[in-house]
């Protein structure tokens, strides 16, 4: 089922606020922004520090907002900013800073960062209509369009000081709207399409206290997750427990049972487009959960009786209806062969075989090697990587065996 994707989801936006009255409906463009499903970083020229604090956008973005050049010794603020934004927007932008972003001029940490960018950027000015009409200004805005910097506004309407006239910041939405145009419409056959990712490592409950588990720690579905938001898909991420934050622009179902993760799938997968399996689901439970804490001389713990979780990879493959299957193989020994062996047996597209036996993959660290065998006798080798990465990776066989479809 193809929905008209938020183009947002996913994306990092850098939100530049500098120093005029306007700055404070900045505080409501982040909210705009994070509702859309971007992460926001938010910077603020000392000007704009006059009219709004660092605080309000740290509160809304959860991001701590560096204030200038020197003030993180870990990194080089302006380079590590600059690289990690998909789209900048300055909103409001004054006269000066429009002028600096012209000419070049990096003397704060605002300046050096915008000299930095790499991405779409949007200029949303607010000023007095003098210094907007102004030849200087008109001159500058002339060189940034130049550049394909995106100016929206500014609107007439009601100005600093009880005066009305051109110079307003422009409206919320068609700020939203033009960073929206400027990030562009995915071209992924991703974009628009029902995701069902699954994470973590399932816990099933002994007693209050005890559980069955596994060491998933959840890294390589949160990656597969973000992935597919980015380039446009709908994503529903099925969480078993995990220490991670819930990815922007993706839905979250935290469950903690291969039983409830079952049926959060089953509830989701008749819209589904791509099912991409990474949790670590635990197949077998207690055959009786004791809701007091079994005593350790009771002799009821040496002998736990177990039955078996419902294979739910196996039962999605049994009713694909022309789905995208993905899933992954954690295997110590004769990995591929028990990877093409469970590709088979569950009616996939597509299994990642990653070794669980390795220091630097599988469970819990942030690197993964893994083989990509697909039903149609295709077979990749992804040499040590991030899990991010492999992501990709995964992402980008998804998308050819879509546009198969
Ligand atoms: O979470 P991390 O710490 O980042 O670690 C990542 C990982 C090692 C857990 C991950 O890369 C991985 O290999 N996940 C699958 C682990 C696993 O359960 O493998 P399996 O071979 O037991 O199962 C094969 C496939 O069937 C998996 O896609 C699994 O989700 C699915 N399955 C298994 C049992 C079951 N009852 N229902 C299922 O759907």
Redesign the pocket.
């Known amino acids: 089922m193809t929905v008209a994707p938020e183009v947002l989801a996913g994306r990092h936006v850098l939100l530049v606020v500098s120093g005029g009255i306007a700055a404070y409906k900045s505080a409501n463009l982040a909210r705009a922004l994070l509702r859309a499903g971007a992460s926001v970083q938010a910077l603020l020229t000392a000007a704009a520090g006059k009219f709004v604090g660092p605080a309000t956008f740290e509160g809304l973005t959860g991001r701590h907002v560096p204030l200038d050049v020197f003030s993180d010794t870990g990194q080089v603020p302006h380079i590590h900013l600059a690289r990690e934004a998909d789209v900048a927007v300055f909103a409001p932008t004054t006269a000066n800073l429009i002028a600096k972003l012209a000419v070049g001029i990096a003397d704060d940490l605002v300046t050096s960062t915008a000299l930095m960018l790499d991405c779409p950027i949007v200029v949303a000015p607010a000023m007095h209509t003098e210094m907007w009409r102004h030849a200087a200004t008109q001159a500058n805005v002339a060189t940034l369009r130049r550049r394909g910097v995106r100016i929206v506004g500014p609107d007439d309407g009601p100005l600093a000081a009880g005066d009305v006239g051109e110079g307003r910041l422009a409206e919320e939405s068609a700020i939203v709207d033009a960073v929206r145009a400027a990030v562009g419409p995915s071209d992924s056959p991703l974009a628009g399409r029902r995701v069902i990712v699954?994470?973590?490592?399932t816990r099933e409950p002994i007693d209050p206290v005890r559980f069955v588990g596994?060491?998933?720690?959840?890294?390589?579905?949160?990656?597969l997750a973000r992935e597919a938001a980015r380039r446009g898909g709908r994503v529903d991420l099925v969480a078993a427990p995990?220490h991670l934050d819930d990815p922007v622009g993706v839905r979250v179902h935290h469950v903690e049972t291969?039983e409830q993760?079952?049926s959060v799938i089953v509830s989701l997968v008749d819209d589904a487009d791509v099912v991409m399996?990474?949790?670590?689901?635990?197949?077998f439970r207690p055959a009786q959960y004791s809701d007091r804490k079994i005593k350790k001389d009771s002799g009821d713990l040496a002998q736990i009786k177990l039955v078996?979780?419902?294979?739910?990879?196996?039962?999605?493959g049994a009713r694909k209806a022309g789905r995208v299957l993905?899933?992954?193989?954690?295997?110590t020994d004769l990995a591929e062969d028990?990877g093409r062996e469970?590709l088979r047996r569950?009616g996939l597209d597509l299994?990642?075989v990653?070794r669980?036996d390795m220091a630097d993959?599988?469970?819990?660290?942030d690197t993964?090697r893994?083989v990509l065998i697909r039903a149609d006798g295709g077979r990749r080798e992804v040499p040590l990587t991030t899990?991010d990465r492999l992501a990709g990776v995964v992402c980008d066989e998804v998308e050819e065996l879509l546009a198969q479809r």
């Open positions: 699954s994470a973590g490592g596994n060491r998933s720690s959840g890294k390589m579905g949160y990656a995990n291969a993760m079952r399996k990474a949790a670590a689901v635990a197949d078996e979780n419902p294979d739910i990879l196996a039962e999605l993905v899933g992954f193989a954690a295997e028990h469970k569950k299994i990642v990653n669980v993959a599988g469970f819990s660290v993964n893994a899990k």
